[in-house]
């Protein structure tokens, strides 16, 4: 890819008290997209409170302009089409800002750097922390779905930059 300066990789760990979408349960995977990228889970079948601990992986080129990430869940149906089960949206610039001016050595193990707070401006069901964690900055969140009654997703956040090592841009 041209002007690639690395890797996001997005750990999508887990769904929480999401809609039925069949008689009782659902069939719940996540699509997230960034721009024209689009990387999607493996599907649970009948579960409202799926456990996928997948890694998801997105190629970052262009920091201020980058789009903010778009996560969608789906309900798998088999002979119509899969019933959207909310969504949700963040802004990985506050997170790729710290990934730029971290300096390892001045950061000890568990050490939140930045705070990002629930607003009308994010998708953020608590408080999230952009922390140095095992030798990287990472990003722990939970998002509330939006346009369903109820549902969160959980992920984890982290950057590989484009020699391969951890969080330098």
Request: glycine content about 6%.
């Amino acid at each position: 890819m041209e002007n690639m300066l690395g890797l996001l990789r997005i750990r999508v760990i887990r769904g929480i008290n999401l809609a039925k979408r069949d008689l009782r349960s659902s069939d719940p995977y996540v699509i997230i997209r960034l721009g024209k990228q689009k990387v999607k889970t493996r599907v649970v079948k009948r579960n409202v409170n799926p456990e996928w601990n997948e890694e998801l992986t997105l190629s970052i080129a262009d920091v201020p302009n980058i789009p903010r990430i778009i996560l969608r869940v789906y309900d798998k149906d088999t002979f119509t089409p899969d019933d959207k089960m909310g969504d949700a949206e963040f802004d990985i610039r506050p997170f790729l800002d710290e990934v730029i001016k971290m300096h390892p050595e001045n950061v000890t193990e568990g050490t939140a750097i930045v705070t990002m707070h629930p607003s009308r401006e994010n998708c953020l069901a608590e408080e999230s922390y952009i922390v140095w964690e095992d030798g990287q900055v990472v990003q722990h969140m939970f998002l509330r779905l939006r346009n369903v009654e109820c549902g969160e997703v959980e992920l984890k956040l982290h950057w590989i930059d484009g020699s391969g090592s951890s969080n330098t841009l």
